[in-house]
């Protein structure tokens, strides 16, 4: 039988190349030969330990694959196409089981199961549930969705999670509320992403602490990047209808709640952890002074999936982020430049020796 290969986090900190046997996949699943793995914001925080629960695991979880095995079986995407072996897929990193009391509510970002598949230790069959790895296991429950010929593989990883991730954003903005400027507190690929995934004519201030970011930013139609950001006239004023928070810092909070105007909204996804110490003083009688509106985006649906790989399949701005790529077997190296922004995408790409380039 033959082997793949895992980059696991463990449990006590720093990161384990392991090789498991490729299992075949379950019915209504598949096993895929990971193309490439986009270094999240999160996997950063994650190998920092930044998550309450999750050790042991295999990290990664942006990417793009291609399918080697069914089981025999047919296997469609979510626009009901058949998938065939060597088809590039991108899914969704969480599950969606459709019976549980979330699900039957519409609410199937906050499925009951999400993370039954994920965030597991390498030692537990099948192995390959993370994306930092030679394969993936794709779980019948997971979204998926067949990337057209014309995509890049460096474009098609954002479909998962960044390019859907801040499309959701998007349909969470209170419609009624101005095309903008608004904030955007993030210069990654998250953020920029809730750029180009707003309508047309919507404008944007993007600020970051990183100028070079700020900089990558100003590629983008419609934005202006801000390594400062304008004074605000007392602790009731605001500069901005809508602030996305795409920053993973807890100080980004305190920032949206300075700059949002009254009557606006922010609108929180970057900031996921919660350790003891992700913590940040404010005053919250000023929400209730200023009627602010806080909406919080986890994970999203499938429809936002499908209008990812279809604006991934026009062209677009995010093929502008500059991009660094590095092997399996440099993961660490990736993290750690990708926590340093030393570029607009990190990936990892198996097969690849070394990095950096």
């Given at each position: ?7 696991n ?12 046997p ?10 895929l030969?990971?193309e490439?793995a986009?270094?999240?914001?999160s996997d ?7 998550h309450p629960?999750?050790?042991?695991c295999?990290?990664?979880?942006e ?7 069914t089981g025999g ?20 990193y ?8 979330m699900c039957?509510?519409?609410?199937t970002?906050l499925?009951e199961?999400t993370?039954?598949?994920w965030?597991?230790s390498?030692l537990?069959?099948?192995h390959f ?9 794709l779980?019948p429950?997971?979204i ?5 010929a ?5 474009l ?10 801040g ?25 920029l ?8 004519g ?5 600020h ?5 970011r700020c ?5 983008f139609?419609?934005v202006?990047?801000?390594?400062e ?5 007392g602790i ?5 209808d809508v602030?996305v928070?795409?920053a993973?810092?807890?100080?980004a ?6 700059q949002?105007r ?17 913590v ?11 009627g ?33 790529e590095?092997g ?12 340093c ?5 990190v990936?990892?790409?198996p097969g690849?020796?070394?990095g950096?380039?």
């Amino acid at each position: 039988m033959t082997n793949g290969v895992t980059v696991n986090l463990l449990a006590g900190g720093g990161l384990e190349r392991r090789e498991h046997p490729l299992l075949p996949p379950r019915p209504g699943g598949a096993l895929l030969a990971v193309e490439r793995a986009n270094v999240c914001g999160s996997d950063v925080h994650l190998w920092r330990g930044g998550h309450p629960t999750l050790n042991d695991c295999v990290l990664g979880h942006e990417f793009v694959g291609r399918v080697v095995d069914t089981g025999g079986a047919a296997l469609h995407d979510a626009r009901g196409e058949l998938l065939a072996e060597g088809d590039r897929v991108v899914c969704s990193y969480f599950r969606v089981c459709g019976t549980c009391a979330m699900c039957e509510a519409g609410r199937t970002n906050l499925c009951e199961r999400t993370y039954d598949s994920w965030g597991r230790s390498s030692l537990q069959a099948p192995h390959f549930r993370g994306a930092f790895a030679s394969h993936y296991h794709l779980h019948p429950e997971q979204i998926r969705v067949k990337v057209p010929a014309g995509v890049p593989g460096s474009l098609a990883a954002l479909a998962n999670c960044a390019l859907a991730q801040g499309l959701a954003v998007v349909d969470a903005i209170r419609p009624e509320l101005p095309a903008g400027p608004g904030l955007v507190i993030g210069a990654g690929a998250l953020g920029l992403s809730t750029v180009v995934g707003a309508p047309a004519g919507t404008t944007w201030d993007v600020h970051d602490r990183v100028a070079e970011r700020c900089r990558i930013a100003e590629l983008f139609p419609g934005v202006r990047g801000r390594a400062e950001l304008p004074p605000v006239a007392g602790i009731l004023g605001g500069n901005y209808d809508v602030v996305v928070v795409a920053a993973g810092s807890p100080e980004a909070f305190a920032t949206a709640l300075e700059q949002v105007r009254p009557g606006g909204q922010i609108v929180m996804m970057g900031i996921i952890n919660a350790r003891p110490t992700d913590v940040v003083a404010i005053r919250p009688g000023v929400l209730t002074r200023k009627g602010v509106t806080v909406s919080s985006v986890i994970r999203y649906h499938e429809r936002h999936l499908l209008a990812a790989v279809d604006l991934l399949s026009r062209p677009t701005p995010l093929d502008r982020l500059p991009l660094v790529e590095y092997g399996l077997d440099a993961a660490e190296d990736a993290l750690a430049a990708a926590e340093c922004h030393k570029s607009g995408r990190v990936s990892l790409v198996p097969g690849l020796d070394g990095g950096d380039r």
